[in-house]
């Protein structure tokens, strides 16, 4: 099978997207399997995760992080290289789907903060979420939440069914908090 991983956009030093998906690429990284991962990127993100096995290639889509061709990126390039390239399945990782994308999709969305305090958020990236993640869950055929918490509010604002929806919580970094663990 071949699976593609969206990580096109900005990923900041000091958040928990960068984190997540770093820790993510890095386990992938220790499986024993005959599938294959694209791993679509942009610059400068595309050295954040070093050296990875064969069965992970690395794309680069995104030149310049900036709005508009992040959109035009994921919802027009992305679909039209994962037809290109006969992904089988494409993982979202960053709360939105591409719309286009005729394979199954796997959508993760680890928050629901523009529900609860839109005013964190910039108009024009409130107005953005507000439109695409109601019709990015509704597009995805299965969704990954970090807790029921997010499962909840997931079916109470985006109106989805529960049964669609997975929870898989995050995980740590054993190497920073393996010493604090109960044996």
């Known amino acids: ?20 998906l770093t820790y ?11 599938d294959r991962f694209i791993l679509f990127l942009s610059t400068p993100e595309d ?15 995104l030149k310049k992080n900036v709005p508009l061709s ?3 990126t994921s919802q027009i390039l992305l679909p039209a290289k994962c037809a290109k390239m006969k992904v089988d399945l494409v993982y979202y990782q960053g709360n939105f789907v591409s719309l286009m994308q005729t394979s199954p999709k796997v959508l993760a969305i680890r928050s629901m903060l523009q529900y609860y305090f839109p005013e964190a ?23 990954i939440v970090p807790s029921s918490s997010t499962r909840d ?6 109106h989805v069914r529960k049964e669609k929806i997975f929870v898989i919580p995050h995980g740590i970094d ?6 604090a663990l109960p044996k």
């Open 47 to 61: 050295d954040i995760f070093g050296e990875v096995p064969e069965f992970i290639q690395k794309v680069v889509l």
């Open 174 to 179: 054993l190497d920073y908090f393996g010493t």
């Open 24 to 34: 993510f690429v890095r386990m992938l990284a220790t499986l024993q399997t005959d």
């Open 121 to 143: 958020i910039s108009f024009g990236r409130r107005v953005y979420r507000k439109a695409l993640t109601p019709l990015s869950a509704k597009s995805a055929d299965r969704i």
């Open 1 to 20: 099978m071949v699976i593609g991983i969206d990580a096109t956009g900005p990923l900041a030093s000091d958040t928990g997207g960068r984190t997540y």
């Open 153 to 158: 509010d997931v079916c109470k604002f985006l």
């Open 70 to 72: 992040k959109i035009v």
